[in-house]
């Protein structure tokens, strides 16, 4: 769909439109898919904070590292 940019923010703040997240099989993990999903939950209450996005990403990539090193090591 093509939305203006008026449209578009009506539609995410009405319609609680949010773009369609890839699924785990695009290889994005699973703990940042679900982080992106609580980031754009409608109610702002149930959003993470700033501190815990970070600490949340801080996990991926520390656990994405990991992964990595096992893999190599394979």
């Not at 093509?2 to 369609?20: H, W």
């Not at 679900?34 to 991926?60: G, K």
């Not at 990991?66 to 190599?72: D, G, I, Q, S």
Request: with cysteine; glycine share 4%.
């Amino acid at each position: 769909m093509n939305y203006t940019e008026q449209q578009l923010t009506a539609a995410v703040v009405s319609e609680g439109l949010r773009p369609a997240l890839a699924g785990t099989e695009s290889g994005a993990p699973p703990r940042l898919l679900s982080l992106i999903q609580r980031c754009w939950d409608a109610d702002m209450h149930n959003r993470p904070s700033f501190d815990d996005i970070i600490t949340e990403l801080d996990l991926i990539m520390e656990n994405n590292k990991m992964l990595k090193v096992e893999e190599k090591e394979n």
